[in-house]
């Protein structure tokens, strides 16, 4: 099903019962069956984004060589720069296997910037020295991504006649990857061969958060395998369930696979697309948890748990090292 459902966040914001366990449904409801959703009315102010986008583009425009002595080093710290080529995202687990799923697509046309959790011990982020500004915007909307995962998880358990609370235990540290990207412009025929600026994927952990300009591009995978835009919507933020959320909910959640096309036109009569920019904020379980099918998702007509128990930050490394395959064995 197209992500076709706009989840207004005020009735999970305050305080009315009802409104919100109606909103509470219908955001289950649209992750069970298209596993992407538009959210509005989120308690991120638009000032806020501007800024953030506005420093993303200053840092993707520095030198190559500024950006790489901020380089991505580990799936383990998964903090830091990563230049175009660099990560094949894949479905698969095994760098073997990544490779074959890739084929002929080549890499990905996109370099990022990976931002953890700023206090985790052993694992500090690569802030780029000169600009705090940068440093200071960037843990602030961090912040805010945070506290939305964990209205967002505190929905999913109302629509699953969970606790309400249920969840709160593991979105407290906020083990959250807050990842900018740039896909810069490029002439149509960086786009021959089955070529796109990010290869089909599904996300990782228990929710995704996607920030996205007005370019266009990103398309989500049919129960039948074809594939349909998610227009942009301006004002809104494009929510998705990853994989653990799915495994968690024994499947009832649905982690659509996605990716990033060629966009549906170019603007302005030009030769080339222009860049696009996004930013994709990874929510994940608290990396000390156990990922336990949930209670209520199977038994009876529901049948058997699908899904051994994980460990929250286990599971990620284990998915992140298959895509940045290149660098396996610099210390995972
Ligand atoms: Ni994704």
């Not at 019962?17 to 009315?41: K, P, R």
């Not at 425009?61 to 660099?86: C, F, I, V």
């Not at 990716?259 to 379980?285: I, T």
Request: net charge negative; glycine share 10%; charged share 25%.
């Amino acid at each position: 099903m197209a992500p076709s459902a706009i989840i207004s966040l005020a009735p999970l914001l305050d305080q009315d019962q009802s409104a919100t366990q109606s909103a509470a449904a219908s955001l289950l409801s649209a992750l069970e069956t298209s596993g992407f959703l538009y959210l509005t009315d989120a308690p991120i102010p638009k000032t806020v984004l501007s800024q953030v986008y506005e420093l993303s583009a200053r840092f993707f425009a520095r030198p190559l060589a500024e950006k790489d002595a901020l380089a991505w080093d580990t799936p383990r710290a998964n903090r830091g720069y990563s230049k175009q080529g660099l990560e094949k995202v894949s479905l698969s687990l095994s760098k073997d296997d990544v490779a074959l799923d890739r084929g002929d697509a080549g890499e990905d046309q996109k370099e990022s910037f990976e931002i953890g959790r700023d206090d985790e011990e052993g694992y500090p982020n690569r802030w780029p020295e000169e600009d705090r500004e940068f440093k200071t915007v960037m843990l602030d909307f961090f912040e805010r991504c945070r506290k939305l995962h964990a209205v967002v998880m505190k929905a999913i358990a109302i629509g699953l006649g969970l606790d309400a609370e249920f969840f709160a235990d593991y979105v407290k540290q906020g083990d959250n990857t807050l990842r900018l990207l740039h896909y810069p412009g490029v002439p149509p025929e960086s786009f021959a061969n089955g070529r796109v600026r990010a290869g089909l994927h599904s996300d990782y952990g228990s929710v995704t958060f996607l920030f996205q300009d007005n370019r266009g591009g990103l398309q989500v995978e049919r129960k039948d395998g074809s594939f349909t835009d998610v227009t942009p919507i301006e004002g809104t933020i494009i929510l998705n369930a990853g994989d653990m959320l799915s495994r968690w909910s024994n499947g009832e959640i649905r982690s659509t696979r996605h990716r990033v096309v060629e966009p549906p036109m170019k603007m302005g009569g030009q030769d080339s697309y222009p860049p696009r920019y996004s930013v994709a904020y990874f929510c994940n379980p608290d990396f000390d948890k156990t990922i336990e099918v949930l209670p209520g998702t199977f038994g009876g007509e529901k049948g058997e748990k699908k899904f051994e128990n994980i460990n929250s930050g286990e599971y990620l490394v284990q998915r992140l090292s298959a895509t940045y395959g290149e660098l396996l064995g610099a210390g995972v």
